[in-house]
Each structure stands twice: as structure tokens, then as C-alpha cells.
């Protein structure tokens, strides 16, 4: 570790500040797998690996991500270490227990030496886990409000022709002479059209959306 950024993460004031911080931060070497200088001790809370771990084995860094995102977040981390340009990338964590998953966001900016090269990169890894899931409660309540608005749709739609089945139905009623078989089958009709409503009506009450609830901002 250069001596400079060594003598500042000993410093009490900064270790305390970095402890107690929301997020994690690293400074790293833009090799592939990323050489770890300094990372802040919060981050065995998160995932479960002591910061030692991270510096004194560069394939840690990839052992966290989460397999399903391993590659995709490689090759973007590959391609960006290198670049004198800030970068950010999205992916799963997986605690160093193999069970907890966190949604993390990883942001880099570079340091450049006199000639504009990639010397360093210092950033920070925020927890996303808590923003995911409201995203997905939002999206939830987004569709099924849709859902709720086709449905009414749909009931309108049906609805109207049923009426009209149903005033026609009347009429034959009394144009029909007494027949049992005539009777029964215009029975048939009136349950059919009376079991097609009551479903209507059904889909609307578990389409619609309870009055407690929380309406999404338009």
C-alpha cells in the first residue's frame, strides 16, 4: 500500500469514519482481477469477507458476486478498470455464507497519473437490496392496477351484450308456448348468462384496489 494512503486509513478519525459508513469504499489497482489496496472494514458486515481477505487475495472480489452475475460483471469491470472515465455496474452479492443475497452498485472513479493512465481507481459499494424491493412492490402495485383497469374494461365490454341477451331472453319467454323442453332450455340460457355475470363481477372485486392502500404516484 502506497505510504501516503496507508498513513490516512490508520488515522482513528478516518478508521471510525469508515466503520460507520452506509457504504463501502475501496481503492484499488486497475489490474484484472482488481488488486485491493484498501477496502473499508463495513464491508464483513455486508458480505461476510474481512477487508485482509480482500487485500491479500484479489479473487475475493469476484467470489462475492453472485455466479449468475459473474461474467457479465467481469467483462464490464474488465473494460472499465483501464479507461480514465468514472463507471458504474449492478449485481447480486452473495455473503461469503452462500445464503444472503444483496443487490449492490458498484461506482469507480479513476486517478491519473501526469500522462492521463489509469494509476488507481477509488469508489464505493452501496447496498441496493431495500431500493430493489420497493422497485418490485411499485412494479407490483403498477400492473396490477392495470390489470384492475383492463378488467374493468373487459367487464364493461361484456356486460353490455349480456343485457341485451338478457332482455331478448324475456321476450322469448313470452313468445315461446309452454314447452318443457323449450322451458328448460331457456333456463339453461338465463343460468349461462347469470353464471358469465357473477364471474364479471368477481374478477372486478379482486381487481380492485383496497381502500387503505397506497396509490402509486402518477
Avoid at 172 to 191: F, H, I, K, Q
Amino acid at each position: 500500500m502506497d505510504p501516503e494512503l496507508a498513513a490516512l486509513v490508520e488515522h482513528p478519525s478516518f478508521r471510525s469514519l469508515m466503520e460507520n459508513l452506509p457504504c463501502v469504499v475501496y481503492v484499488a489497482r486497475p489490474t484484472w482481477p482488481p488488486l485491493i489496496e484498501y477496502i473499508s472494514p463495513n464491508v464483513e458486515r455486508l458480505i461476510g469477507y474481512r477487508a485482509e481477505e480482500f487485500c491479500a487475495n484479489p479473487a475475493v472480489s469476484l467470489a462475492c458476486v453472485h455466479p449468475d452475475d459473474r461474467e457479465r460483471f467481469s467483462e464490464c469491470v474488465r473494460e472499465a478498470m483501464p479507461r480514465p472515465e468514472p463507471y458504474r455496474v449492478e449485481y447480486r452479492a452473495l455473503h461469503k455464507n452462500g445464503r444472503h443475497v444483496y443487490h449492490a452498485a458498484a461506482l469507480s472513479v479513476p486517478m491519473l497519473d501526469t500522462e492521463g493512465r489509469v494509476v488507481r481507481r477509488h469508489g464505493i459499494i452501496v447496498d441496493m437490496t431495500e431500493q430493489k424491493r420497493l422497485e418490485g412492490e411499485l412494479l407490483r402495485a403498477q400492473r396490477l392496477a392495470t390489470i384492475g383497469e383492463m378488467a374493468a374494461m373487459m367487464a364493461h365490454e361484456i356486460r353490455n351484450p349480456l343485457a341485451g341477451m338478457s332482455l331478448a331472453l324475456r321476450a322469448l319467454r313470452g313468445m315461446v308456448p309452454p314447452n318443457p323442453g323449450a322451458t328448460e332450455c331457456l333456463d339453461d340460457l338465463e343460468s349461462c348468462i347469470e353464471r358469465i355475470n357473477a364471474t364479471v363481477s368477481r374478477a372486478l372485486d379482486l381487481a380492485k384496489e383496497p381502500q387503505d392502500a397506497p396509490r402509486a404516484a402518477r
